[in-house]
């Protein structure tokens, strides 16, 4: 019978008003008792207990997260399973061993009494390593030790992402040493030497150096005629490039359609230096060819009233919803934009967030004929039980589902939706307007 119900039970787990009696039920579940330990935020000794009762160090590690509260976190410190009580430092050393980047509190707790500053002077460079690719805000003495260390996968670790440009005296060493030339090629200074180096290097070792500052304009001139799209796209992203010149780089890369990336870098890249030049010069961009130039140029807060009013219309969608962000934008323009395009998959929150979204515009979405808009009326908090009950029976899933999640959905709409279809009946098991006996009948029936 659980088979069945599992969605529901899943929904059940994360429902943020389940009783302490149905969360304790529901650890009968493994499936359930997963996705309870991750997505419940503050759940009760008593189930905390039940949960680590069942001896799954990832359900330990879920428990274990410093964004945890006490309470939890000491229960499992008090385990006595070894592998309970070491779940998080385990997936921390893993993730470490894996060459990913770790989250810097959990990092730091790894890290133990000595901190930050202790794990980079650790006898493991892998450790250390880890250190250079976590800690942003690390003291220039520690970055200066960690980018001279002798392990070249430190090295590297330093002197790139996340950090700020190196200090301009160790440029010549950075640039000399093949581990950390491709991280300080697009700042630091250059000999002819090193130019050299870099000119000749890979492809990526190109279009580093193709943005540094410094670049020469006789290698500016070699990297346009560059036989990779990708380093020619970066040449464009350059501030020294004549605008003429910069236009016709583009329109030539749009034509070449042996490397998609290189146009999808000017659709998402950022020209770093614009946002520090005069409006003018700002306003300008705003109708470029190159989408991240107009894009970055959108998002200066300054922009005059007049110019604003003009991005409304905007040909470029994605500048229409940058600008449409600010605080004054009328709701008529949102509710347009959102009724015209959507959301954006790639920003959040979506304008439907935006607190002069018009309330009567979630009820007009609710009859449009896309049903990726009929989803988002279901983001309207105020919306009538009518058209929520209108909602809970579209025809498309999703829009039974976005409906399922909205607190104000008819209890008697719920009911139906429990048995809908698994993305539905999550969804509905999940919504806080689940009265708690209807909760405790769903175990019932799934034997828990």
Sequence with gaps: MVDGLRPAL?????????????????????????????????????????????????????????????????????????????????????????????????LAEYAGPGGLAGLAGHEDPVLRAAVAKTWE??????????????????RAAAAGYPH???????????????????AAAAYA????????????????????????????????????EDPSPVVRARVVLRQDLPEDRRRRLHAALLADSSDVVAVLMLDHDQPTWLPDRPLAERVAHLDSPIPCFRRCAARSPDLPAAVVRRLHEHEDVEVRRIVAWRPDTPGEVLEGLVSEHGESPRRRPGLTKHPNFPPEGFVRLAGA??????????????????????????????????????RRVPVAALEVLLSDSAKVAEAAAANPALPADRMRALLDEAGL
């Design 369 to 406: 004929d896309d049903s990726r808009r009929r989803a988002l009326a279901a983001e309207g908090p105020d919306l009538p039980e009518a058209v929520l009950a209108a909602l809970a029976r579209d025809p498309v899933v999703s829009v039974r589902a976005a409906a399922a999640r909205h």
């Design 164 to 182: 700020p440009p190196a200090p301009a005296d160790l440029h010549a060493a950075l640039m000399a040493d093949a581990a950390t030339r491709p």
């Design 137 to 154: 805000a690390m003291p220039v003495a520690v970055r200066r030790a960690l980018l001279a260390d002798p392990d070249p996968r430190v």
């Design 10 to 106: 899943a929904g059940l787990a994360a429902n943020p008003a389940a009783p302490v009696d149905v969360l304790s039920r529901l650890t009968a579940d493994r499936h359930a008792a997963a996705k309870m330990a991750w997505r419940q935020p503050n759940l009760p000794d008593v189930v905390v207990t039940r949960l680590l009762d069942l001896g799954d160090p990832a359900i330990a590690l879920a428990l274990d997260s410093p964004r945890r509260s006490p309470a939890s976190r000491q229960r499992v410190a008090a385990h006595p399973d070894v592998e309970i009580r070491c779940a998080l430092r385990n997936f921390v050393d893993h993730t470490i061993r894996s060459g990913v980047r770790v989250m810097p509190d959990e």
């Design 189 to 224: 200074t250059l000999t002819a030497e090193s130019l050299r180096e870099c000119l000749a290097g890979d492809e990526e070792l190109r279009a580093e150096v193709a943005i540094n500052p410094a670049l020469p304009p006789e290698a500016v001139d070699r990297l346009v």
